[in-house]
C-alpha cells in the first residue's frame, strides 16, 4: 500500500481558533470556514506570539509608537520581538511557509505586526485571518 503524503503544517494566531488569548482577554468567533479549509490540507499550529514570550492576558494594549511597541507607558517591543522570534523558531522547526494572523495585531496583523514582519522576511507567507 503507498504511503500517504503527511500534510504540510500552517501557522495560525491561536486567537483565530476562538481562544482568549487576546489582549483584553475576550475571543474573537472562530474563524470555522477558513479552519475547515486549512485543515483539509494542512496540519494547523495555532501559536500567540504574545502568551509565548510570557506577557499575561489580560494585558495592556500595544500600540506602535515613534517604532517603538507601548503598552500602558511602558515599551515593550522586546518582548513582542521575543515572541516573534520563537514563531520563528516554529515555523523553521516545522517547516511553516503561511501563517494566518488577525488584522489591527501588533504582533499577528500581515502587515504591520512584528511576528508577521519577521516571518516574512524568512519568506513565509503571511495572510488575514
Not at 15 to 24: F, K, P, V
Request: with cysteine; aromatic share 8%.
Amino acid at each position: 500500500m503507498p504511503e500517504t503524503p503527511s500534510k504540510s503544517a500552517v501557522m495560525v494566531a491561536k486567537c483565530l481558533s476562538g481562544a482568549a488569548c487576546r489582549y483584553h482577554g475576550c475571543a474573537v468567533p472562530p474563524r470555522r470556514v477558513l479552519l475547515a479549509r486549512l485543515s483539509a490540507s494542512h496540519h494547523i499550529i495555532f501559536f500567540c506570539p504574545e502568551e509565548a514570550s510570557g506577557l499575561p492576558t489580560p494585558r495592556p494594549p500595544s500600540r506602535w509608537r515613534e517604532g517603538r511597541l507601548m503598552a500602558a507607558g511602558i515599551d515593550v517591543t522586546a518582548t513582542f520581538q521575543h515572541g516573534a522570534e520563537l514563531a520563528l523558531a516554529l515555523a523553521k522547526q516545522n517547516g511553516i511557509k503561511k501563517f494566518y494572523g488577525l488584522r489591527w495585531s501588533p504582533s499577528c496583523d500581515p502587515r504591520t505586526g512584528m511576528t508577521s514582519r519577521l516571518l516574512r522576511r524568512h519568506r513565509i507567507k503571511c495572510f488575514y485571518g
